[in-house]
């Protein structure tokens, strides 16, 4: 007799899934559920339902079994607890899985990734029993300076669109909703709650909502949050035309528009341009917060009450919540429970660091570090801060945080020295510390190899986030230099020790035209998470082959970057108004350098590897409803590493003007040496669209495109040409 021995893991799995089947709904019978509820509301019960009930909660009706819906930042884990008072957060196991930021997620280019980043941040949520988890963000990378890059993924609306899209599963197959933010045009932190982004048709379709739009039609994302700034002088958190005609109406959103934390300003316009549900801050209330008096509270009660605004409009942002409460079993609680800093989440965090992580520059094979080597010298106060609890919003209070000086001394070989230089103070403004500087210089003078960590930072806590913070919620970059005098820094330690390797943590690039000919490697390794540590001194010594590549370009300086040398950033300062004119329209990113032939200081998708990669036998084969493009991608090398493919198409002749070249698809393969895959992929019609803002509408012309295969959008492997 045979006895099948299934493991638990298996019989965990098994079970869910006869779960799942058990209480799956289709929409038909969601909105029957929904309406039931609602004709037993009071008009009441109705408003409690539609602003915010606490910090992070939205009202519920208790007496229909409705519970409060409760919300959470951020994007890359769950935020520390907010209970309606300090004691209520006291106590409180609210140390979580610190995943890496949004922006290192994005640079993996592994839309399975995305999704096992979902998956973790939507476990732990339902373990900490928040119905919403509010991200991702997913804002066009515009500008180098703004603060909140690190929390957005890229400049290129493509490669946003496919790493949303598995966040949003992710999330949403753990039975939390995910909040795609925020929508839209919300590229700039400064003067935000007060800034009105003007910009053409052409830009807002085919750069700014294509992320939102994915999240929308693809990603089936529950909730969505307006941002602070207007567009076209309208608030775009109650924006008559991006809410109700693009996103309810033509997108078909289903779910429910979620303002962002102070957000609303009128209440006639919340009700009638399609925000849901308004949510703010305890503070704006006073010592003891009157939650009635939010616009979408009493306010609308009186208006429905005088006749002077139709109740259906408040049944239908109801029915919105509790659509999403339904399909997320808030109500009848059937979802799963979730789990908490598991060793397989910690695990996830560290794949999409080792992933994300970018090789710049290996000059001299520098890099990996050799086993033969003695002694490392260890410089920069990155290398042994911790960052989760900085940023803003997006704070997450790590279990455990492994910093890259931790990291090294764990990997190294026995024996091997490990001194540490401090290199550098943390304060706006202040000029380079010499004696720090000598420290530092003197330990790397004596050392095989330094390593210097340096780059940005969020702050050293929420409270004091803007004071030191480079990168962080509601501040943006003063200029594109590395901060704290640190450029001085690294000239005094590749004077000292030219074997030296730099180290950046940061949302995005900085300046690096003083010292990056005489370093011979870089690393940008963003903010890489609670197992960043041992991400870094893996790729450092070779235990990982890296494989992350750019998701946005870094220019040499910052007069090059196309919202400054063509647009405004921030708003014009020669004026008194708040307006900020993207007259950089669709030339963002490389679609600016490549198409005015600006030299960027790396590449949209560049990233090097500790092996070599050929390509050939590219083949484009237009089909009735597709064109085809295979070709093949060999590891020719003597490591086993991963290669991102990326696929850009260029109009030859067209009537309105486009850039050189567009991203359309991408495929991470992974090789053994020796091994030689073919890669297919697939472009539909719309990669060969472009919107016609004088027909107002998405056209597709007749005549040759170029089909390019490469390895950045300056490094173009392959070239082929498609007949429409």
Same mark, same amino acid.
């Given at each position: 007799?045979?006895i099948?021995?299934?493991?638990t893991?298996?019989?965990?799995?098994?079970?869910?899934?006869?779960?799942?089947?058990?209480?799956?709904?289709?929409?038909?019978?969601i909105?029957?559920?929904?309406?039931?509820?609602?004709?037993k509301?009071?008009l009441?019960?109705?408003?409690?339902?539609?602003?915010? @009930?606490? @910090? /992070?909660? %939205?009202?519920?009706v208790?007496?229909?079994?409705?519970?409060?819906?409760v919300?959470?930042?951020?994007?890359h884990?769950?935020?520390?607890?907010?209970?309606?008072t300090?004691?209520?957060?006291?106590?409180?196991?609210?140390?979580?899985?610190?995943l890496?930021?949004?922006v290192c997620?994005?640079?993996?280019?592994?839309?399975k990734?995305?999704?096992a980043f979902?998956?973790?941040?939507?476990?732990?949520a339902?373990? +900490?029993?928040?119905?919403?988890?509010?991200?991702?963000?997913?804002?066009?990378i515009?500008?180098?300076?703004?603060?909140?890059?690190?929390?957005?993924q890229?400049?290129?609306?493509?490669?946003?669109?496919q790493?949303?899209?598995?966040?949003?599963?992710?999330?949403? &197959?753990?039975?939390?909703?995910?909040?795609?933010?925020?929508?839209?045009?919300?590229?700039?932190?400064?003067?935000?709650?007060?800034?009105?982004v003007?910009?053409? !048709?052409?830009?807002? +379709?085919?750069?700014?909502?294509?992320?939102?739009?994915?999240?929308?039609?693809q990603?089936?994302?529950?909730t969505?949050?307006? %941002?602070?700034?207007?567009?076209?002088?309208?608030?775009?958190?109650?924006?008559?035309?991006l809410?109700?005609?693009?996103?309810k109406?033509?997108?078909?959103?289903?779910?429910?528009?979620?303002?962002?934390?102070?957000?609303?300003?009128?209440?006639?316009?919340a009700?009638?341009?399609?925000?849901?549900v308004?949510?703010?801050?305890?503070?704006?209330?006073?010592?003891?917060?009157?939650?009635?008096?939010y616009?979408?509270?009493?306010?609308?009660?009186?208006?429905v009450?005088n006749?002077?605004?139709?109740?259906?409009?408040?049944?239908?942002?109801?029915?919105?919540?509790?659509?999403?409460?339904?399909?997320?079993?808030?109500?009848?609680?059937?979802?799963?429970?979730?789990a908490?800093?598991?060793k397989?989440?910690?695990q996830?965090?560290?794949?999409?660091?080792?992933?994300?992580?970018?090789?710049?520059?290996?000059?001299?094979?520098?890099l990996p570090?050799?086993?033969?080597?003695?002694s490392?010298?260890?410089?920069?106060?990155?290398?042994?801060?911790?960052?989760?609890f900085?940023?803003?919003?997006?704070?997450?209070?790590?279990l455990? !945080?492994?910093?890259?000086?931790?990291?090294?001394?764990?990997l190294?070989?026995?024996?091997?020295?490990?001194?540490?230089a401090?290199?550098?103070?943390?304060?706006?403004?202040?000029?380079?510390?010499?004696?720090?500087?000598?420290?530092?210089?003197?330990a790397?003078?004596?050392?095989?190899?330094?390593?210097?960590?340096?780059?940005?930072?969020?702050g050293?806590?929420?409270?004091?986030?803007?004071?030191n913070?480079?990168?962080?919620?509601?501040?943006?970059?003063p200029?594109m230099?590395?901060?704290?005098?640190q450029?001085?820094?690294?000239?005094?330690?590749?004077?000292?020790?030219?074997?030296?390797v730099?180290?950046?943590?940061?949302?995005?690039?900085?300046e690096?035209?003083?010292?990056?000919?005489?370093?011979?490697?870089?690393?940008?390794?963003?903010?890489?998470?609670?197992e960043?540590?041992?991400?870094?001194?893996g790729?450092l010594?070779?235990?990982?082959?890296?494989s992350g590549?750019?998701?946005?370009? /870094?220019?040499?300086?910052?007069?090059?970057?196309?919202?400054h040398?063509?647009?405004q950033?921030?708003? &014009?300062?020669?004026?008194?108004?708040?307006?900020?004119?993207?007259?950089?329209?669709?030339?963002?990113?490389y +679609?600016?350098? &490549?198409?005015?032939?600006?030299?960027?200081?790396?590449?949209?998708?560049h990233?090097l590897?500790?092996?070599?990669?050929?390509?050939?036998?590219?083949?484009?084969?237009?089909?009735?409803?597709?064109?085809?493009?295979?070709?093949?991608?060999?590891?020719?090398?003597?490591?086993?590493?991963?290669?991102t493919?990326?696929?850009?198409?260029?109009?030859?002749?067209?009537?309105?003007?486009?850039?050189?070249?567009?991203?359309?698809?991408f495929?991470?393969? /992974?090789?053994?040496?020796?091994?030689k895959?073919?890669?297919?992929?697939m472009? %539909?019609?719309?990669? /060969?669209?472009?919107?016609?803002?004088?027909?107002?509408?998405?056209?597709? !012309?007749?005549?040759?495109f170029?089909?390019?295969?490469g390895?950045?959008?300056?490094?173009?492997?392959?070239?082929?040409?498609?007949?429409?």
């Amino acid at each position: 007799m045979k006895i099948s021995i299934i493991s638990t893991s298996k019989v965990a799995g098994l079970l869910l899934l006869l779960h799942t089947a058990a209480v799956a709904q289709t929409d038909e019978e969601i909105y029957q559920k929904a309406d039931a509820l609602l004709k037993k509301m009071t008009l009441q019960e109705k408003v409690n339902m539609i602003h915010g @009930s606490s @910090s /992070f909660t %939205s009202g519920g009706v208790p007496r229909l079994g409705i519970p409060e819906w409760v919300m959470s930042d951020g994007p890359h884990g769950v935020r520390v607890e907010h209970g309606r008072t300090y004691k209520d957060s006291i106590g409180v196991n609210d140390a979580g899985t610190y995943l890496p930021t949004g922006v290192c997620l994005a640079a993996t280019w592994n839309p399975k990734l995305g999704y096992a980043f979902g998956s973790v941040l939507g476990s732990e949520a339902a373990y +900490r029993g928040k119905d919403v988890i509010l991200g991702p963000g997913i804002n066009i990378i515009r500008s180098p300076l703004n603060g909140r890059n690190f929390e957005y993924q890229s400049e290129d609306p493509y490669l946003i669109s496919q790493m949303a899209v598995g966040y949003i599963k992710g999330v949403q &197959d753990q039975g939390v909703a995910a909040c795609i933010k925020h929508y839209a045009a919300n590229n700039i932190e400064t003067n935000r709650n007060n800034i009105n982004v003007e910009l053409s !048709e052409r830009a807002l +379709r085919e750069i700014y909502l294509p992320g939102f739009k994915a999240a929308v039609q693809q990603g089936n994302v529950y909730t969505l949050m307006g %941002s602070y700034n207007k567009v076209r002088g309208e608030w775009a958190t109650h924006n008559n035309y991006l809410i109700n005609q693009i996103l309810k109406k033509e997108w078909k959103f289903k779910g429910a528009v979620i303002s962002d934390w102070g957000a609303v300003h009128n209440t006639q316009q919340a009700l009638w341009n399609g925000t849901d549900v308004e949510m703010g801050t305890d503070l704006s209330l006073g010592e003891k917060p009157d939650y009635r008096k939010y616009f979408m509270g009493d306010t609308v009660l009186a208006l429905v009450k005088n006749g002077k605004a139709p109740e259906y409009l408040i049944d239908d942002k109801v029915r919105r919540i509790l659509y999403v409460m339904l399909k997320t079993h808030v109500i009848d609680k059937q979802r799963s429970k979730g789990a908490y800093n598991t060793k397989a989440h910690q695990q996830t965090a560290r794949q999409i660091a080792e992933e994300g992580i970018v090789l710049l520059k290996n000059q001299g094979k520098i890099l990996p570090l050799s086993s033969s080597i003695k002694s490392i010298a260890v410089i920069g106060l990155n290398a042994n801060r911790p960052q989760a609890f900085g940023g803003g919003s997006s704070q997450v209070k790590a279990l455990y !945080e492994i910093t890259a000086l931790e990291g090294l001394k764990k990997l190294a070989a026995k024996g091997t020295k490990i001194t540490y230089a401090q290199g550098y103070n943390i304060k706006r403004g202040a000029e380079a510390d010499e004696n720090l500087i000598k420290q530092a210089a003197n330990a790397a003078a004596k050392a095989d190899v330094a390593v210097i960590v340096g780059g940005s930072t969020h702050g050293y806590d929420y409270s004091k986030w803007s004071d030191n913070a480079y990168d962080a919620e509601d501040t943006d970059k003063p200029d594109m230099h590395m901060p704290f005098g640190q450029e001085e820094l690294i000239k005094a330690v590749l004077k000292a020790n030219p074997k030296t390797v730099v180290v950046l943590l940061g949302g995005g690039p900085i300046e690096m035209a003083q010292w990056i000919s005489s370093a011979p490697a870089v690393l940008q390794a963003w903010y890489p998470g609670m197992e960043g540590g041992n991400a870094i001194a893996g790729i450092l010594y070779g235990k990982v082959n890296p494989s992350g590549r750019l998701p946005m370009t /870094f220019p040499k300086h910052l007069v090059d970057a196309p919202d400054h040398k063509l647009g405004q950033f921030p708003a &014009d300062k020669d004026s008194n108004s708040n307006n900020v004119y993207y007259f950089d329209d669709l030339y963002v990113g490389y +679609r600016y350098y &490549d198409t005015y032939k600006i030299e960027p200081q790396f590449a949209f998708g560049h990233g090097l590897s500790y092996t070599q990669f050929t390509y050939g036998d590219l083949k484009v084969q237009k089909g009735v409803n597709n064109t085809t493009v295979t070709f093949t991608i060999a590891n020719t090398g003597k490591t086993a590493g991963a290669e991102t493919a990326q696929l850009y198409v260029h109009q030859q002749k067209s009537l309105l003007p486009r850039p050189e070249k567009e991203l359309k698809a991408f495929e991470k393969v /992974f090789l053994k040496p020796g091994e030689k895959k073919q890669i297919k992929l697939m472009l %539909s019609a719309d990669a /060969f669209q472009y919107f016609n803002d004088v027909t107002n509408s998405w056209i597709t !012309e007749p005549g040759q495109f170029d089909v390019m295969i490469g390895s950045s959008s300056k490094d173009i492997k392959l070239k082929g040409v498609v007949n429409l």
